[in-house]
């Protein structure tokens, strides 16, 4: 079984500034992709960025980038020029590729990011 | 875009009542998933469906059933509700093998019991 931990229950940063959470998980396979979630308090799961484990180039969605480790099992996420409305709890994910998701996703048990103006 | 409706945002229910929480998405997809969060805790798996009529257990399923008579519709079924099930319900769904990796939630159903 995979388990995904999150260190960090909470961090608070100043508004502009780079934040980096941290996200670690175990498996025994080989193939799987990593997600980061995001969740304000509207509740909506919104993904911010994925990475497949096969590709050695961390993935980049805009100010958010990750620094994924394969060998380590580390995937933390850098948001830089942090906004007011990154204020959410995020969530790291992990799927295994073979089975065609149908397992879903492994959660980590969160961070709750405040971004203070 | 794609839509994953769950029938109740907020909902307080008696405990030992039979309670059900509906889920439906509009783009035939094959996967459905229900998922339990609490604080601290993260999302846990409670039961996934990979077609009609199938059911595989997730991490959590004691106390809880689902069912799936229709592909777009993922029923969670909590037979007699107890207080240790107050907690936010997020239903999802996904469709193999194009997008596998895509999960598309609802906006959950935060249960209350009493």
């Known amino acids: 079984a995979q388990t995904v931990t999150q260190s960090q229950p909470e961090m608070s940063v100043q508004e502009a500034e780079t934040v980096t959470l941290s996200c670690t998980y175990d498996?025994?396979?080989?193939?799987?992709?990593l997600f980061w979630y995001k969740q304000p308090p509207s509740r909506q799961m919104i993904l911010v960025i994925r990475?497949?484990?096969?590709?050695?180039q961390n993935a980049t969605e805009n100010r958010f980038s990750v620094n994924f480790q394969k060998a380590a099992k580390s995937f933390s996420l850098k948001i830089s020029d942090s906004q007011l409305g990154d204020t959410a709890m995020y969530f790291c994910?992990?799927?295994?590729?073979?089975?065609?998701?149908?397992?879903?996703?492994?959660f980590g048990k969160g961070t709750h990011l405040i971004i203070q103006p | 875009d794609v839509k994953v409706t769950q029938s109740s945002r907020y909902l307080v229910k008696r405990t030992g009542e039979k309670v059900f929480l509906e889920c439906v998405q509009d783009?035939?997809?094959?996967?459905m998933f229900w998922y339990r969060q609490d604080p601290g805790l993260g999302l846990r798996l409670i039961y996934f469906?990979?077609?009609?009529?199938?059911?595989e257990k997730g991490d959590i399923p004691e106390g809880y059933s689902v069912s799936r008579e229709k592909k777009e519709r993922f029923s969670l079924i909590l037979e007699s509700a107890s207080t240790n099930q107050t907690s936010m319900y997020l239903c999802?769904?996904?469709?193999?093998?194009?997008?596998?990796?895509?999960?598309?939630f609802g906006s959950g159903t935060q249960l209350s019991v009493l």
């Open positions: 999802a769904s996904s469709t193999p093998p194009r997008n596998i990796e895509k999960l598309f």
């Open positions: 498996t025994s396979e080989n193939n799987y992709y």
């Open positions: 990475q497949e484990a096969y590709k050695q």
């Open positions: 994910a992990f799927m295994l590729y073979s089975g065609g998701g149908a397992d879903g996703l492994t």
């Open positions: 783009m035939d997809h094959e996967n």
């Open positions: 469906s990979y077609d009609v009529k199938m059911k």
